[in-house]
Structures are given as C-alpha cells and as structure tokens.
C-alpha cells in the first residue's frame, strides 16, 4: 500500500521561506514521479511542481517559477519543496502526489495521480 506523509508546513511571515517533505513508502520510489499541488479555501486544488523518476526533469506553475524549487532523494524515498519569498496567497494545504502509472514527467492535473498524502498547512501572514 502506497502511503505518503507530508511534513514541514507551518506560519510563516512573508517573504519568509519553508521546506516541505514527503515521505514515501508502499513501492519502489525511483519509479515514479512526485507532484505537489495546493488547495486554498473555498478553492480547487491546483498544481504546484512536478519531479520526474529520477529527478532531472522538473515542471512548475507559473505563479510559483522562480520561488520555488522542488527536489527529490531517491535514496530517501523522500521528494522536498522549498518555498521561498512566499506570498500571502501562497496560503494553502499542500499536498503531495503520485501516479499509478509510470510518466516520464507526471501530469499537472490532479487527475492524473492516485497517491496523495495527508496535507500540510502553510500560511503566510503579510
């Protein structure tokens, strides 16, 4: 069974930075690419960043490019976001995700994952 734990959210002012972590267990970790999406209040859940398999391809939203920067330990079993100069609208529950399927690079919709963590609060205050 495919479990993944996030950790790492918290209140942070903005302009501040924080890293979130997902511990993956259930397969084999290297296989499969690792997305993070958000979810503000009252608002779809949205794509953040993307990692494929083996790391060395990487995909972001536009709102985030240049801010943050998400990485993966396939040792580890662990994919990272680090978030910097945050914004107040960077306020959400983030989430991490995987795919069933073996992607070169996964998806930007959250349709096409099947794993999804528990959630991680992060608020910015302004």
């Known amino acids: 069974q495919v479990q993944l734990v996030e950790s790492g959210g918290g209140l942070v002012q903005a302009g501040g930075s924080l890293r979130l972590s997902c511990a993956a267990s259930g397969r084999t970790f290297s296989f499969y690419a690792m997305g993070w999406f958000r979810q503000a209040p009252g608002k779809e859940r949205e794509f953040v960043a993307v990692?494929?398999?083996?790391?060395?391809?990487?995909n972001y939203a536009d709102s985030v490019k240049g801010r943050f920067t998400i990485s993966r330990d396939n040792a580890k079993n662990t994919v990272y976001l680090q978030m910097n100069s945050l914004k107040p609208e960077d306020t959400a529950v983030y989430y991490c995700?995987?795919?069933?399927?073996?992607?070169?690079?996964?998806?930007?919709?959250?349709?096409?994952?099947?794993?999804w963590g528990q959630g991680t609060q992060v608020t910015v205050s302004s």
């Open positions: 990692i494929s398999s083996r790391g060395g391809t990487t």
């Open positions: 995700a995987s795919p069933s399927a073996k992607y070169d690079l996964g998806p930007r919709s959250p349709s096409g994952y099947d794993y």
